[in-house]
């Protein structure tokens, strides 16, 4: 299973899945030529890389916060094989075999509102999948994700935006937020305008949920920025405010789409730039 624990401070963070899938290897790593990306990303034979839902879990002073809640599943057959999706588990599998049912979620996170992030905010039937709990967003990206235009409209789908509107659920946000003692959303855009990060702070020790400012550890390279950014140069500045922050910080990253790995920290290259160091689990 793909049910990796670690503690942070008085924290237990808790990387999930909502299975796997793919996208194009180019449109993921923009104007990097595919010699030098295939080295960190092997393509399929459709040009292909495969990628992770990974959600996370923030248990904290008795409280349960969920980071994103995973891919839209109600696209149907031709969206499903379009980006190969694989459910060979899924959020839900994690919360269970952690003892937790979605109606235990006192908070959930939602980064930004792309199908792929979240997609699961509501269930099949149409209501809130997470009934107790305020699904925190930024002001920008509801905006956003309700005024979507020809280059941004494939990725917000209503079905799991409005149920959520009209049940109030939203707790809309505008910048830096602390929605916990020690846990706080940031702004981090470029990929779209109102994206957010989380931050958690505990006893001495941080952890940082890059949203898709990094969506694999294969993106680390300070030029390795998605096709699908719609503000590049901005996440490339945002990158370099970010990143040397969170290894002097020696943070533990975690990432919303890397296949391999749950977390890493942010090690300085000789080279230049950053590489993700394995983390030991406890
Ligand atoms: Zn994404």
């Known amino acids: 299973m793909w049910l990796h624990s670690l503690k942070i401070g008085q924290a237990r963070v808790t990387s ?15 104007v990097v030529p595919r010699a030098l990306w295939q080295k960190v990303a092997p393509p399929d034979e459709h040009n292909r890389i495969q990628l992770r839902i990974n959600p996370l879990l923030i248990q904290l002073g008795g409280r349960n916060v969920l980071i994103e809640t995973g891919f839209w599943d109600r696209g149907g057959d031709k969206f499903e094989a379009l980006y190969a999706v694989e459910r060979d588990e899924t959020v839900f599998d994690g919360l269970h075999a952690l003892g937790l049912t979605p109606g235990d979620i006192d908070l959930v996170i939602n980064t930004h509102l792309h199908f792929d992030h979240a997609g699961r905010n509501v269930t099949v039937d149409g209501t809130p999948t997470f009934p107790r709990a305020a699904y925190v967003v930024q002001a920008q990206d509801l905006y956003d994700a309700t005024h979507s235009h020809e280059r941004n409209r494939a990725s917000y789908l209503s079905e799991y935006i409005e149920p959520v509107e009209r049940a109030g659920l939203f707790e809309i946000v505008e910048g ?44 680390l390279p300070y030029p390795y920025i998605m096709g699908y950014d719609l503000y590049p140069v901005t996440t490339l500045g945002v990158r370099k405010q970010f990143f040397p922050r969170w290894a002097a910080e020696n943070a533990i990253i975690a990432v919303p789409h890397d296949a391999h790995r749950p977390f890493a920290r942010l090690k300085e290259s000789p080279k230049g730039g950053y590489t993700a160091e394995p983390v030991d689990r406890s």
């Open 176 to 219: 830096e937020a602390e929605l916990l003692p020690g846990l706080s959303v940031i702004p981090l855009p470029g990929h779209n305008l109102g994206q957010q990060g989380v931050v958690l702070r505990s006893e001495g020790e941080t952890l940082v949920y890059t949203a898709d400012l990094l969506p694999t550890f294969a993106h």
């Open 16 to 30: 999930l899945t909502d299975g796997r899938f793919r996208l194009d290897g180019g449109a993921m790593f923009g």
